[in-house]
């Protein structure tokens, strides 16, 4: 649970003030700190013990895990809600893909080229999978060597490296240690002869119980050690006991600030289901109840797409309406006879409509005006997309100094701004396009020739 700037300030030195934070009084101190606007070391008069207890008490609920290096590295954890619409969720689960060393060599290229190169254009993000998991089952330690190096050759992706057996375990980690890979599964009796490998070369790690009060020992140990990179993994043996655990440690971490359940979780569809669909619906829970790395043991895009969209349903900001930047778009190489067309910065609107335009193959301008992420109507409703407003972006954008013809295609769902719009923008002809998207491709092949006669 949060700390209040109240209680903070209690721990301050209170000293006259003396403003070395740069802040006018301690209390003003405190408040930042408990909104995060400053870091307890700005204030150089605590004691070492009451800066370690700050800092204890301001560390995120659950914590920050990294796993992997560079851009694909995957953060999870961090959250500060157990409900999407109390505020937002911050860091979207990573998805695995999983590859034993007992799989032929013909299966392990096709996964590892899948997870490399599937991905999906989506409202202009690229939508993947995150992540490779490899698994020592075949117990000759050398062939999973060789498994680790050649993932670690030949993708960029975070790795999950799966061992019972920790010298193998270890060998594999060195292999891609730069690489920060998590490494599973720390249990109760392998933790004390893991930890000192742990630190000689800090990476994320994967603590498994038989239960949620099996890893409350555990974590308590790794802290203790200084390894606080940690996700968990209650032991459940079921869909039905995986969303109960995942709950009761969201909720023991957000509710109860329970520290040593402070972490974000990992979850295994791939152990749990029997079948490929169960599996695919299992990682749909998974997703839904605040699971932070789902490991499947294989998918193709039509099970991995509907798994990526409810990710980015789920952990889009709702404060915010996806949207793009308000300026004139090129679609195609657009002349200067080339149509130009309006329309909101909502991120669905704009890429139905510049979609339909690339369909249709006329090359054209699209001028998006921000309309704070409202769709053309409801922008028109909320008075984001009034002619005056419309006409103020059109002049500000340029782009009468990239067309002939002064003539601007308005949604036909917002005919009514026309005049509002031609007082606007003088010179201009306003002509009333098609009312939805898919009459686009009707409407612009010909309303392009007419514009060339
Ligand atoms: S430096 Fe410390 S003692 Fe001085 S005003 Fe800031 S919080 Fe108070």
């Known amino acids: ?37 400053a870091t307890v070391d700005k204030c150089i008069y605590l004691t070492p013990e009451v800066k370690a207890k700050l800092e204890d008490l301001l560390a995120p609920a659950i914590k920050l895990v990294t796993i992997g290096a560079g851009d694909n590295k995957v953060q999870v954890g961090n959250e500060e809600v157990i409900y999407r619409h109390e505020k937002t969720y911050v860091h979207p689960p990573g998805i695995a893909i999983l590859i034993s060393d007992k799989e032929s060599e013909a299966k392990v290229n096709e996964k590892i080229k899948k997870v490399n190169e599937l991905n999906f254009s989506w409202v202009g993000l690229t939508l993947k999978a995150d992540l490779i998991a490899l698994q020592f089952e075949s117990g000759d330690k050398n062939k999973f060597l060789a498994l680790v190096k050649k993932v670690n050759d030949s993708s960029n992706l975070g790795i999950i490296l799966i061992s019972e057996d920790l010298n193998v375990l270890f060998a594999a980690r060195d292999l891609c240690a730069d690489k920060k890979p998590l490494l599973y599964p720390i249990t109760k009796e392998n933790i004390d002869q893991a930890i000192p490998k742990i630190k000689e070369k800090p990476t994320p790690v994967g ?15 790794l802290k203790e050690a200084g390894v606080d990179e940690a996700v968990l993994d209650p032991g459940s043996k079921n869909l039905m006991e995986a969303v109960r655990d995942q709950t009761f440690i969201r909720r023991a971490a957000l509710k109860q600030g329970f520290r040593p359940l402070g972490y974000p979780t990992i979850a295994f569809p791939c152990f749990i289901a029997k079948d490929g669909l169960k599996e695919v619906l299992a990682a749909s829970v998974f997703i839904n109840k605040f699971t932070a790395v789902i490991v499947l043991s294989d998918f193709d895009q039509y099970s991995l797409l509907p798994l990526l969209v409810q990710r980015l349903n789920i952990y889009t900001d709702p404060r915010f309406p996806m949207a793009v ?27 139905i409509v510049s979609s339909a335009i690339e369909a249709t193959k006329v090359s054209s301008f699209l001028c998006v005006k921000d309309a704070e992420g409202l769709g053309v109507l409801t922008g028109w409703a909320a008075g984001k997309f ?12 340029g782009i009468e ?18 005049g509002e719009l031609e007082d606007a923008l003088p010179g201009w002809e306003i002509i009333i396009g098609p009312r939805e998207a898919a009459g686009i491709g009707a409407f612009l092949p010909e309303y392009a020739k007419s514009l060339r006669k």
């Open 325 to 351: 930047e308000e300026k004139y778009y090129e679609i195609g190489t657009p002349d200067e006879n080339a149509p130009v067309l309006i329309t909101s910065n909502w991120a669905l609107t704009y890429f």
């Open 401 to 418: 100094n990239k067309v002939k013809n002064k003539k601007i295609v308005i949604p036909g769902r917002v005919a009514r701004i026309k």
């Open 207 to 221: 603590v498994r119980g038989a239960s949620i009060e099996e890893l409350i020992p555990l974590t308590a140990k």
């Open 386 to 397: 009034s002619g005056d407003s419309v006409g103020a972006m059109v002049k500000k954008s």
């Open 1 to 37: 649970m949060p700390i209040s700037g109240s209680e903070i300030v209690k721990m301050l030195p209170g000293k006259k003030p003396c403003k070395d934070c740069g802040f006018p009084t301690c209390f003003a101190f405190a408040m930042k700190l408990a909104t995060g606007g």
